[in-house]
């Protein structure tokens, strides 16, 4: 049994293929092209002619994308939505859509409807949704509406209204129709969630577009007996079924896989994570194995959202950063890059421009290309971008650390040699020979999880009931999402009390873990 793991960046497609063993046998950093699956397909017919294995052989293949982030950040591919709110009047006051950036609305549409129904933070009935009010919506969306996204107010506490509706649109719009719940997508905060909603629901026809180019280019070269998985943003797998319902659960999955590739190469559980690709460095923190979440709303091309994201903070230096000397003697670095052009731009190579890796091979780090070919840059610049590199890492790390002693740090990525071997505030740096691809290692050696949060009333539901009835949906999840019933373990327990809810109201979470049937 064999499994790949393909993880695609901006400047970079890697790919991995590994035994049962989770042993590395084969190994591929190829550039990324224009239309993504010609890369996919490039890295893939090198990794298996380099293993030299039956590629009916391969029973698994993981896939990381960054290509919804890209659409959202883009406003390329995105569906036209309508937003059902149900929360009239309760809600009116502040309308979808609010503080969006006026052009992604354009491209979705802007269609929404404010609709009664919803609930009160205790759980009880805001007010009853009306079948025929919100059937005259759905009929004058016919025709200009691609998807659906629907909203209730706290369907964290009741999601019945939220699945009638949803019977609803698909009865009138047809059954094909992609629907979002919210309840489903986000966490408390109904404007936050509500976004993430609508995101999700625009984003089908772009997660259709991946998942059918990775299966062709799969198909194109041998790879016929492998079930394919997609890469989450919280370290884990889904299905490709699961995936084309939750498309924005891909988003953050990139530096996410390197965390959790990271962690299988220093076979740490507690670590700083430096991933540096061509065009940024993103610094991550592997807690118990797994990347730490963030714990505020996370912004998604102007637009805040409050869904699961790991807690990665990006700075615009990589690889590839170009180098520039202002008038008054100061040394940028990034945050453009020359990309998957460094093999043709940047200096050691042969080109002109100044690019990080030139001030690395220059004060020798590295050797890379020509070093002699770096001898036209000037001594004092490449010093002075060196300098740079350094401080604006070290700095960057010191925001993510949770404490003032020096920590371990884990680095990898394509880029990874630009970072001098010391740094302040790291006791020690890590490195390894497959470093720069630990993000395609990362999908490989994924599991498949299922998340589940809701809100219980302790007073009205004993806790032990309460876990019960959480770990019950989350396994559930899990299984939807490709799972072995078999092999799920419970990983995470989070509980939040509301203080301002009566009944010793409480926020709980859960976790499961499981293998990829």
Known sequence: MYRIGIDVGGTNTDAVLMDENNRVLSSVKSHTTFDIESGISNALKK??????IDPKGISQAMLGTTQCTNAIVERKNLARVGVLRLGYPASAAVKPY???????????????????????????????????????????WKGQVESVAIVGIFSALHNDQELHVAQLARRILGPQIPVSLSSSIGSIGIITRENATILNASLFKVIHKVTTGFSTSLQENGVTNAKLFLCQNDGTLMSVDFAEKYPILTIGSGPTNSIRG??????????????????????????????????IAVNVGGINTNFRMPDILSVGIGGGSIVRELPNGQVTIGPDSVGYEIEDKAIVFGGDTVTTTDIAVKEGLVEVGDPQLTSKIDDRLS???????????????????????????????????????????????FKYDHGSVANAIGATIAQISGEYEK???????????????????????????GALSDSLQLVDVEEIPLAYAPGRTTRLKVKVVGDAS
């Open 98 to 140: 609010a503080e969006w950036p006026k052009d992604i609305v354009e491209k979705i549409s802007g269609n929404y409807a404010m609709v009664h129904g919803g609930y009160e933070f205790d759980g009880s009935l805001l007010t009853s949704i009306d079948d025929q009010e919100i059937t005259g919506v759905l009929k004058g």
């Open 455 to 481: 809100i219980y009333q302790y007073d009205s539901v004993s806790r032990d009931d309460a876990l019960a009835d959480a770990q019950k949906n989350a396994d559930d999840q899990a299984k939807t999402a």
């Open 383 to 429: 010093q002075k971008a060196l300098e740079k590199i350094k401080s604006s890492i070290e700095d960057a790390l010191d925001k993510m650390k949770t404490s003032a002693e020096d920590t371990d740090l884990i680095l990898v990525g394509g880029g990874a040699i630009i970072i001098p071997e010391k740094l302040k505030g790291i006791h020690h740096i």
């Open 47 to 52: 990794l298996i002619q380099n293993s030299a």
């Open 262 to 295: 990271a962690a299988y190469l220093a076979k740490k559980s507690n670590a700083l994570v430096l991933d540096v690709g061509g065009t940024t460095s993103d610094i991550g923190v592997l807690s118990n194995g797994f990347p730490r979440q963030s714990s």
